[in-house]
C-alpha cells in the first residue's frame, strides 16, 4: 500500500523532472538565462511550514544535491547546503501547522530569497560568478520570487489538505500506541 509520503515524494521527483523538461519549453527563450524556477524547494518549504522542518532539511539536501548533478555542474553541494539549510531556517521560524495563505506566500517568498542570497554568495566565495548583488537581484532573484509566487498560490490549497492529512494520520498513529 502507497502511503501519502510516498505520494509526496513521487510529487517531489515529478516536479523535479518538470523543472528540467516542461518549464523550459513554457518559459520564453529570452528569460531562460534570467529564471530558473524551482518548483520542488516551494514544495518543501510547504513540508516545512505544515509537516516537519526535519523532513524539510533532509529533502532540501537530497533534491538539491540533484539539482546540483543534472542542472548546475560546476560545484557538488551549493544547492543541497542552500535548499537544505534554508527550508530547516523558514520550517523553524514559521512551524505552524494552519498557516494561512498570507503566512505561506510570505514563508515562500522570503525561502526564496534566502537561498538564492546564499547561492549567490557561495558563488561569490568561490569565484564562479562575477556579478554584483545588486545585478543579481535585479536580474533574476526578483523574477523567480514571481514565479514561486504564482506557483505557491497555484498549489496552496491542494497540497496543504495533503499535508493536513499526512499530520492527522501522524497524530491518530501516535494515539493509538
Do not use: C
Amino acid at each position: 500500500m502507497v502511503t501519502r509520503k510516498q505520494v509526496l515524494f513521487l510529487l517531489l521527483f515529478v516536479l523535479f523532472i518538470v523543472e528540467g523538461t516542461i518549464l523550459p519549453l513554457l518559459i520564453p527563450s529570452a528569460w531562460q538565462m534570467r529564471i530558473s524556477a524551482n518548483l520542488v524547494y516551494i514544495v518543501i518549504l510547504f513540508i516545512a511550514v505544515y509537516h516537519h522542518r526535519h523532513t524539510a532539511l533532509v529533502l532540501g539536501i537530497f533534491f538539491g544535491l540533484l539539482h546540483d548533478v543534472v542542472f548546475y555542474g560546476e560545484m557538488i553541494g551549493p544547492y543541497g547546503f542552500s535548499m537544505g539549510l534554508s527550508a530547516y531556517m523558514m520550517g523553524l521560524i514559521f512551524q505552524a501547522p494552519r498557516a494561512p495563505l498570507p503566512v505561506m506566500v510570505s514563508v515562500v517568498l522570503l525561502g526564496s530569497l534566502l537561498n538564492d542570497t546564499m547561492l549567490f554568495f557561495l558563488y561569490k566565495l568561490f569565484q564562479l560568478n562575477h556579478v554584483t548583488f545588486d545585478w543579481a537581484l535585479l536580474e533574476y532573484m526578483i523574477p523567480n520570487l514571481f514565479i514561486h509566487f504564482v506557483f505557491a498560490l497555484i498549489i496552496y490549497v491542494p497540497l496543504r489538505k495533503q499535508l493536513e492529512r499526512i499530520g492527522k494520520r501522524k497524530s491518530k498513529a501516535q494515539e493509538a500506541s
